[in-house]
């Protein structure tokens, strides 16, 4: 199936932010993330998890708490700022001091119309929300400690505080406290220790759910500010709480790394007097749990191990599926690394900077066939810092190797590596500011042109030559059939090798197809249900090849605007089971020149070569072949081979790239060593150590 | 010889108590347990065995309260029968005849009059599997009833009846290895699986359900607890677990309002988890062996845990042990022989890992352990630890010597010889003295010398020696206290020892060595004769008793057992058998051999003066003999039959391999021990202690009196208070009631009252009529509540006037007032 040199690249030290909040909108299904370094990601629930839009963080950026209301995403930080982010755009649309000290917390009520923060100075501040911005309505009885936690009645009549040692009840319309709740300390810690309220749920019939700092999940009545319950779940902290829709399940995130789950069940099967029950344990983290969030079918949770992890509900999941299987999400679905395929170079991005690097070079004879010398060390070639605070969102290099840009969500830099030996420097060559900054950025294959993804699914055009570089045009979808909404800004933008067309996809799940000398839009490809997660525009055919979160594959000519026969012959058998049940989505398209049937793909744990001159495989074949295959002799082998050629060499990949000189670079980041440089967890006594 | 049919087999005591969970009464004052074919009742509060339910012929496998009668019990047994019981005073009430084994009884309180029963499906043994059915008990008025009208509920069932649980109302869980199994009689059956990981092992070991709430917890192999809710509604059910036990939970419970959950598994810790709070638990750690099976009382106050070293604990809700009753502890192996302890007169053997256990088998109770090792013994599998592998004792019963012994497997033996010293004050076994090196090789045989005057110990060893040892012949030691040190070393022709043992009188000590029996004269260490008659090695060695101690007994591994005659030095007579153990009775000239062949053991018993044997057993049972002892009557019978008068003065224990210990009883001995027991069971509701005993035996003395009518109750009133006076005053102080309980029987007892006794008969005939009517009762199965202590209670005194007032007014006729009310319109 064609043999490749191979790069193995294990010095991209990529480390994911901690998870510190994560917010569920049931309306469209989609869960936002809080990262340590104040970069927010949206997840689409029922689109396997994919990763939608991220808004990159900003340097002393410290989410505390994340917020929906309506369709609009809140966070509130340590700042002591409340910011609204534009998610169309996928930037901070603006931000608002609550004067407050740092908040601690921030939550909306159900009616969606006004917001309450915690703040460090004892008050919670109601904000109200207005079309276009949030205006602070008034405080409630301040108090003398931080309001670590809020949590609204349903009705939006009344607000809990969790407090250090206490919960406050207050009336919302008067603004005073109706009870406070005191949360004692726990049995044999030090009476100086405070009972820190880390989270508090308010159910809709009048039960308060604490969790605290003692290992205690609290249930009190509002009405007589008793305490009607307490489970002790852990020695250590009780993070977070999350309680579902119906109100009938509750999960608690602890510091141990547990998400342990309540359930609201009738003791006497068939009466309705119910109680909390503690019921199941799920232990998918090695960290602190900084936020849970009960989805109706699964329990997500992230934490200090920077891993999102959703846990399926069996029980509430109709029918199993590779869509209800355990997921556990390291890393971003969007690609860090961008290689020059002519030059050998490759970018890395870090939220705070770029690293470029020079690949090894190999004597092209090794010990064995596996593995070849390495002649030349990979050599870092530049470490470039970002100028001003905001975080990167994305980078690219110049197949050639002589153009990097990057994009901040305040501006795009576009700089020239001059490259003599040993000697490397830059020179800064355009700065756009705000208005074209860019979601995604891409070199024609020629290094001649610049694209750059922006707001409303357009496409900058930027001309590079060695004088400098000149602003070209832009690239606007054919809009006339709609004229109202927001269009999705652009976000994938695969040139094609001829530097005739252009495809660009957006998150409203469309994709549009520009030529280039025309500089006008061609078409549109049908809009399919799922994101695309990547795509490539073939080399020879011009066929549009793209990849979609939930595992499809679509083969789309631009020439004839319709899909091509394999693409209809791949829709009509179906695909097989084990590749539908594959549970992160592929990120990369790109195609061998030698063998023009063959399309490379890879996900975290993959890399596959798809042959779409041999056969498809059904369910009944065997999918990962490649072993039997080896051990049949070669007149059979025909026989059995399908199209599907899948490589499990490689783990926990970030990219795969194919160079131009046919060696193939793979990044890697294991997740040994994420593990190894996350801070020591909580320590357990394990039995029998 | 023709077999008598007078003479059987009978398993007495030490059969295991711990087979099946045990009841305990409603009241919370007996322990019922199965053992054997019996079910023995036990005092909660003295842990005392009080009488045994016996009418079962085959193993009994369960048993459970009667929801309907709290003072009846079922009991099911593999004869295929059901019994009803009134176990306080041990009478059987009805007899279910099912026809097929049971192996488990069960009970739902929704459903009187429906058993529910474990029976073997296939008809080969071969294949286990089980099914639960429902029995639905004929009403009928006869003793013994067939009922046939069963119904099957779930199949293929866990043999373990752990694995099943009633719980409220009408649901019944099995589980198999891997699924739950609830059924809703009529309802609807639901299967709840547990794996979800491959190789885990979370294989249900056990169930219980929730009194009130609809939770089930069930059992792990990996020692996981799992309370599983909401199990009706399809998928939806959830579970919490738990996790403390490091290995499976061999048993669940809940106490009966539900408040806690206990567990028990081989680390023989009871765990006691709050139901609702989970991560709250206590625990009650070293009860002895791993726990199999716990129950509560119905009142929740007092839990009993049923151990592997056949024991129950009674264990109060407070989290203490107030009650240990320990039937005979059986281990891996008995190493050492059978012995007397000729003081206590129990049996002595192996009992606990590095103890000897001393049980008396007329009580059927373990008396003590004696801790040999003095090491603590660890609860794993496949360590080397140390064990007890022989004990003697002298004729006294002051000296006894054992041998622990370490390193059977590997190469490097060790072993200690130690010998105790009996302490009159503390009554127990001290160490004397600890020989570290006694031989160089493994101890074979060892034997106390049968002298009054002194005791010596002959030990043999492999080392190819045997040595003597005696008491304070050491001069080194310039102590007080004697110990023991080597007195002469013996050997023959570098041959290993096999045997060793004394004759009756001492005078002799007969070494075997291998095929060679060598005699020597302890007095002067000088080695008299020499014996031999090959070929094969000599197993078993003994000389005669009384009359026949001229005669030197032996058995060889070729199946030869030999009799020498020691004055003429020559071979008696010789004759092939397989003989596996030989015993000689200490108390007659009778020795008995245990022979094993094709497959089952029969008994010789034979003098050695005439190789004619005095009685046969055949086919005694079907394992092989290797322990069996002698132990001396109480009181001799006075059998004339000559195929039992060999019982007369010992009966004869045996040990099979299956660690049973059977017996031999004679048609009279079961005559006495029946008639015995009927006059045990006389008063129902008093638990037998010091002072019941006192007070039933005054009252027998006084329902004697009132019931004959001969002259013989015109004795003087005088001796009858006199007695309850000596009565008194011989029971020790701290066992008597309250004085003022006592005041009125004691002051009742200098009354010379005629109307006591009219009174008494009036009683007893009100009482009779009582007893007549509850028979009826119990024959219709009303199973009503009976008035219980009804015989107890006082009745009001009534003065002399106002009973002849009462009398009148009963005598007179009142008919004409029934005219009165006919007339009336």
């Known amino acids: 199936m064609g043999e490749f040199k191979v790069h193995r690249v294990r010095f991209f030290d990529y480390m994911p932010s901690g998870i510190r909040a994560l917010a569920f909108n049931r309306d469209i299904e989609r869960i936002a993330v809080a990262r340590m370094d104040g970069s927010v990601e949206v997840f689409h629930c029922s689109d396997r998890f994919f990763q939608e839009k991220i808004i990159p963080g900003r340097e002393q950026c410290g989410i505390e708490g994340l917020s929906w209301v309506g369709e609009r995403l809140f966070s509130a930080g340590l700042n002591g700022g409340i910011t609204e982010y534009d998610l169309t755009n996928q930037k901070v649309k603006y931000t608002v001091d609550a004067y407050g000290g740092p908040i601690w917390t921030i939550a909306g009520n159900q009616q969606g119309t006004h917001l309450a923060v915690g703040c460090e100075d004892g008050t919670v501040k109601l904000f109200e929300v207005n079309e276009d911005k949030i205006q602070f309505e008034r405080n409630l009885d301040r108090q003398k400690s931080r309001i670590i936690s809020l949590s609204w009645h349903p009705s939006g009549s009344k607000i809990a505080a969790g407090m250090m040692d206490m919960i406050q009840i207050f009336n919302v319309e008067t603004g005073h406290s109706v009870h406070r709740l005191l949360a004692d300390r726990g049995v044999g810690t030090s009476r100086s220790k405070e009972c820190v309220v880390w989270s508090v749920v308010y159910l809709s019939d009048g039960t308060i759910i604490s969790g605290d700092s003692v290992g205690m999940v609290k249930l009190w009545d509002d009405q007589t500010g008793t305490l009607i319950k307490s489970h002790n779940v852990t020695k250590c902290d009780v993070l977070a709480l999350s309680v579902s829709q119906n109100e009938d399940s509750l999960v608690a995130g602890t510091s141990e790394g547990t998400v342990v789950q309540f359930q609201f069940i009738s003791m006497v099967l068939g009466k309705d007097d119910k109680e909390w029950v503690r019921t199941r344990t799920f232990k998918n983290h090695t960290h602190d749990i900084r936020a849970v969030a009960e989805i109706t079918t699964a329990v997500v949770s992230g934490g200090m191990d920077a891993q999102l992890v959703v846990r399926p509900l069996l029980d509430k999941v109709e029918v199993r599926s590779a869509a209800s299987a355990l997921r556990k999400i390291h890393f971003p679905h969007r690609r860090l690394v961008s290689c020059a395929r002519k030059s050998g170079l490759m970018l890395f991005q870090y939220p705070g900077h770029l690293e470029l690097w020079r690949l090894g070079e190999s004597e092209g004879k090794g010990e064995d066939d596996i593995h070849l010398f390495v002649k030349r060390n990979p050599e870092k070639l530049l470490h470039l810092k970002v100028k001003g605070e905001d975080h990167i969102r994305c980078s690219a290099v110049s197949p050639c190797g002589e153009w990097i840009v990057y994009s901040t969500a305040s501006s795009l830099r576009l700089y020239r590596l001059h490259c003599d030996n040993n000697n490397v420097s830059i020179t800064k060559v355009l700065q756009i500011s705000t208005e074209l900054s860019a979601n995604q950025l891409c070199f024609s294959s020629d290094s001649s042109h610049l694209f750059s993804a922006s707001t409303q699914s357009s496409v900058h055009l930027v001309s590079l030559s060695q004088s400098g570089c000149k602003f070209v045009g832009t690239l606007k979808p054919k809009s006339g059939e709609r004229t109202i909404g927001i269009r999705e800004s652009s976000k994938i933008i695969p040139a094609s090798e001829d530097g005739k067309w252009l495809a660009s996809a957006n998150s409203d799940h469309e994709v549009h197809i520009y030529n280039l000398q025309t500089r006008k839009a061609h078409c549109t490809v049908p809009v399919y249900s799922s994101a695309v997660t990547a795509m490539g525009i073939h080399p020879t055919t011009n066929c549009l090849f793209m990849m979609y979160a939930d595992q499809q594959m679509c083969e789309y000519s631009i020439e004839q605007k319709q899909y091509t026969d394999w693409s209809r012959m791949v829709q009509r058998k179906g695909l097989h089971r084990f590749w539908m049940e594959r549970d992160t989505p592929c990120l990369n398209v790109m195609f061998n020149p030698q063998h023009p049937s063959h399309v490379i793909l890879h996900d975290t744990y993959m890399l596959c070569i798809i042959d779409q001159s041999l056969p498809l495989p059904d369910d009944k074949t065997q999918f990962y072949n490649q072993l039997t295959l080896k051990s049949l002799p070669e007149e059979q082998r025909k026989s059995h081979s399908h199209a599907f050629k899948v490589c499990k060499t490689f783990k926990d990949i970030l990219c795969v790239e194919l160079m131009s000189d046919q060696s193939l670079v793979v990044v890697e980041r294991p997740l040994e060593d994420v593990a190894s440089q996350l801070p020591a967890p909580i320590k357990q006594k394990k039995f029998a150590t | ?825």
């Open chain 2, 1 to 825: 010889m023709v077999e008598t049919s007078d003479i059987r087999v009978v398993r007495c005591g030490g059969s295991k108590v711990n087979l099946t969970p045990p009841i305990i009464s409603s009241d919370s004052r007996f322990v019922l347990c199965t053992s054997g074919d019996l079910v023995k009742v036990y005092s909660t509060r003295t842990e005392e065995w009080l009488h045994s339910l016996q009418g079962h012929t085959n193993q009994v496998t369960g048993i459970t309260l009667n929801p309907a009668n709290h003072l009846q019990v079922y009991s099911c047994s593999v004869d295929g029968t059901v019994k009803l019981w009134d176990f306080i005073d041990g009478i059987l009430i009805k007899t279910f005849v099912i026809g097929c084994p049971l192996f488990a009884i069960y009970v739902s309180e929704k459903h009187t009059g429906v058993l529910f029963l474990h029976v073997s499906m296939a008809t080969d043994s071969k294949n286990e599997c089980f099914q639960l059915v429902s029995v639905h008990l004929p009403k009928s008025a006869e003793q013994e009833v067939e009922a046939k009208e069963m119904s099957a509920v779930s199949s293929h069932i866990s043999k373990n009846p752990s694995c099943t649980a009633f719980g409220r109302g009408s649901v019944s869980e099995t589980c198999m290895s891997m699924v739950i199994f609830i059924s809703f009689f009529s309802l609807c059956s639901f299967s709840l699986k547990a794996t979800d990981k491959k190789g885990a092992k979370n294989a249900f070991t056990c169930i219980a359900c929730h009194p009130t709430d609809d939770c089930i917890a069930t059992g792990h192999e990996d020692g996981k607890i799992r309370l599983w809710r909401n199990f009706i509604h399809k998928k939806e059910y959830t579970y919490s677990t738990q996790h403390w036990h490091h290995n499976a939970v061999n048993t669940l419970c809940f106490t009966p309002e539900g408040t806690h959950l206990l567990s028990g598994g081989i680390e023989s810790v009871l765990v006691q988890w709050q139901y609702g709070a989970d991560n709250r638990k206590e625990f009650l750690p070293r009860l002895g062996g791993s726990i199999l099976h716990i129950s509560a009382s119905s009142d929740g106050q007092l839990f009993c845990t049923s151990h592997s070293d056949n024991k129950i604990t009674v264990i109060e809700s407070s989290f203490k042990v107030c009650g240990v009753i320990q039937g005979l502890v059986k281990g891996d192996a008995v190493l050492t022989d059978l012995m007397i302890d000729p003081r206590s007169k129990a049996l002595v053997l192996n009992g606990k890992p590095g103890h000897l256990q001393f049980y008396s088998l007329l009580r059927d109770k373990h008396l003590y352990n004696l801790d040999i090792v003095q090491q603590e013994y660890i609860y794993e599998a496949g360590l080397d630890q140390f064990e007890v592998v022989k004990a003697a004792f002298d004729i006294k019963g002051s000296w006894l010597a054992t041998v622990e012994e370490r390193g059977k497997k590997s190469s490097d033996l060790e072993f200690f010889l130690k010998l105790w010293a009996f302490d009159e004050r503390t009554q127990s076994f001290v160490l004397n003295t600890t020989i570290t090196a006694a031989h160089t090789d493994r101890i074979i045989s060892m034997c106390f010398s049968s002298s009054e005057e002194t005791t010596m110990l002959v030990t043999a060893a492999e080392d190819s020696q045997f040595k003597a040892w005696c008491q304070g012949a050491d001069a080194d030691t310039q102590q007080d206290q004697n110990f023991w040190s080597c007195d002469f070393v013996g050997s023959y022709h570098k041959l290993n020892p096999t045997n060793c043992s004394f004759s009756a009188d001492s005078s002799l000590l007969a070494v075997s060595f291998q095929e060679v029996i060598t005699i020597w004269s302890p007095d002067t260490w000088e080695m008299l004769t020499t014996l031999c008659q090959p070929p094969g090695v000599i197993r078993d060695l003994c000389f005669g008793r009384l009359s026949c101690s001229k005669y030197l007994l032996g058995t060889t591994t070729k199946n030869l057992l030999c009799c020498w005659n020691l004055l003429t030095c020559e071979l008696e007579w010789s004759t092939s058998v397989d003989v596996s153990k030989l015993q000689p009775d200490p108390f007659s000239e009778n020795v008995a051999a245990f022979s094993y062949q094709s497959k089952h053991t029969d008994l010789f018993v034979f003098k050695p003066s005439e190789p004619r044997p005095l009685f046969t057993n055949k086919n005694v049972c079907s394992e092989k003999v290797h322990r069996a002892v002698f132990v001396p009557r109480e009181e001799p019978l006075n059998s004339c039959d000559e195929s039992t008068q060999w019982l007369n003065r010992s009966q004869l224990y045996f040990l099979t391999q299956n660690m049973d210990l059977l017996t031999f009883s004679t048609a009279t001995e079961e005559d006495r021990m029946l008639s015995s027991s009927k006059q045990l069971v006389i008063d129902d509701s008093v638990a037998v202690t010091p002072f019941y005993l006192l007070l039933g035996k005054h009252r027998q003395q006084q329902q004697k009196l009132n019931t004959q009518s001969h002259p013989v109750s015109d004795k003087p009133q005088q001796t009858q208070g006199s007695v309850t006076i000596k009565e008194l005053l011989h029971t020790p102080a701290h066992v008597l009631p309250a004085a003022s309980v006592l005041c009125s029987m004691f002051v009742n007892s200098f009354l010379i009252s005629n109307t006591g006794e009219t009174l008494q008969e009036e009683m007893d005939s009100e009482k009779e009529e009582e007893d007549s009517e509850e028979e009826m009762e119990a024959c219709d199965s009303q199973q009503e509540l009976r008035a219980q202590g009804s015989v107890d209670e006082v009745t009001p005194k009534l003065s002399k006037a106002q009973e002849r007032e009462l009398k009148r007014v009963r005598k007179t006729d009142f008919s004409w007032m029934a005219g009165l009310i006919d007339s009336k319109p």
